[in-house]
């Protein structure tokens, strides 16, 4: 007895579908990396901002660079995290 169980059968993926698959997962890939670019772009408006402050508050040049550079690196790090998850996700629908 199976009590509440429920199982379904699901076939294998035939080629056709692990190609849209694929695709699939590289649009998604391509998306999450354009909306970290945006928030990148955000961030370093934010930080123009800070050095442009009204009243005299100025951000020294050297620190907002600094920031952009950790912002960038942020960008790279997390555009990497996409790119291996990706990777991961396509090996998968590519086993047989």
């Given amino acids: 007895s199976e009590g509440k169980q429920l ?4 076939p294998p993926l035939s080629g056709d579908r692990r190609l849209k698959l694929i695709a699939q997962v590289k649009k998604h890939a391509e998306e999450q ?3 970290i670019r945006n928030t990148r772009r955000d961030a370093n408006k934010h930080a123009d901002a800070l050095g ?28 990497g995290e996409v790119d291996k998850v990706a990777e ?9």
């Fill in 33 to 35: 990396k354009v909306a």
């Fill in 88 to 96: 991961a996700k396509i090996k998968e629908v590519q086993e047989v």
């Fill in 7 to 10: 199982r379904i059968n699901v």
């Fill in 52 to 79: 442009k402050q009204p009243g005299g508050k100025h951000f020294p040049e050297d620190e907002l660079e600094q920031l952009k550079n950790e912002i960038q690196e942020l960008l790279k790090k997390y555009e």
